[in-house]
């Protein structure tokens, strides 16, 4: 443990409880305490870049934005993969078959084509609202890093129907993160560990849904928090504490990492 170069963080359920606007004192303390002692400290996030939370008196030093499709740090961009335009469409075509609305994620901005309260709800979890675009047909010409709309389990295979560059990443039981093939935070932390040049065995990454199995595979710590879903858990290396009941400080403190 005392080799721990980078940590990759999870945000919602993992830093932050569901049930909470912001990030606890003792969650904080031990990413100010770990970042004394010269750990990197990265978010790995389905969240796009314009909706980082800030956390006072921690400054990271890496971003793995929209499920690892764009990735950067205060440089610039690390890596960046798109969906394939015509992909775009598709879904885009699929879901309004489904009467569902969908929201484009570019650099800069998620705008959608209409809302629902699955959608509303889901951008509820960034203390977002949703953008309905009048220029939506402007943005899908743009380069899209990540689709999202509500969705159950049931409606996947319909909604990647005739999609062959994306699929379906997921947290969360009501909606998805539609995301470039062979993308994921996964992918994203193999090109953020190489571009530093550090070794998967010095990596060590928190999280507690599905869109986190392949990060914590990516390193070799994969530490699964207890409220994680149980198909994290069954990947994980470890288990530490609910992120209710600070489990990411108590992990570090046992594990003499600050």
Not at 23 to 34: F, G, H, Q
Not at 140 to 156: C, I, N, P, S
Request: proline content about 2%; some cysteine; aromatic content about 8%.
């Amino acid at each position: 443990m005392k080799d721990i170069k980078i940590i990759f963080f999870d945000i919602d359920g993992t830093l932050i409880a569901m049930d909470q606007d912001t990030i606890s004192e003792k969650t904080l303390e031990a990413l100010k305490r770990l970042q004394e002692k010269g750990v990197k400290l990265c978010l790995a996030t389905g969240r796009g870049p314009m909706l980082i939370p800030h956390f006072e008196g921690v400054e990271f030093d890496a971003f793995l934005t929209y499920n690892g499709s764009y990735c950067y740090d205060h440089e610039g961009t690390l890596y960046s993969n798109c969906i394939p335009s015509k992909d775009i469409e598709r879904i885009i075509k699929n879901a309004d078959k489904m009467g569902k609305p969908v929201a484009l994620a570019t650099k800069d901005r998620m705008a959608a084509n209409g809302k629902d309260q699955d959608l509303i709800d889901y951008y509820a979890f960034g203390n977002a609202e949703v953008d309905v675009a009048e220029d939506f047909e402007d943005i899908k010409k743009e380069k899209v890093y990540q689709v999202l709309m509500g969705a159950r389990v049931e409606e996947y295979q319909e909604i990647l129907k005739g999609v062959q560059g994306a699929e379906i990443t997921a947290w969360w039981d009501r909606a998805v993160d539609i995301i470039p093939v062979n993308a994921g935070k996964g992918a994203g932390i193999e090109k953020m560990l190489k571009h530093y040049g550090i070794d998967r065995s010095q990596a060590m990454a928190f999280g507690d849904g599905n869109n986190d199995i392949e990060m914590l595979k990516a390193v070799g710590n994969g530490i699964a928090m207890a409220n994680a879903s149980d198909d994290l858990k069954a990947v994980a290396d470890e288990i530490c504490g609910d992120v209710s009941e600070d489990g990411i400080y108590h992990y570090c403190l046992e594990k003499r990492l600050i």
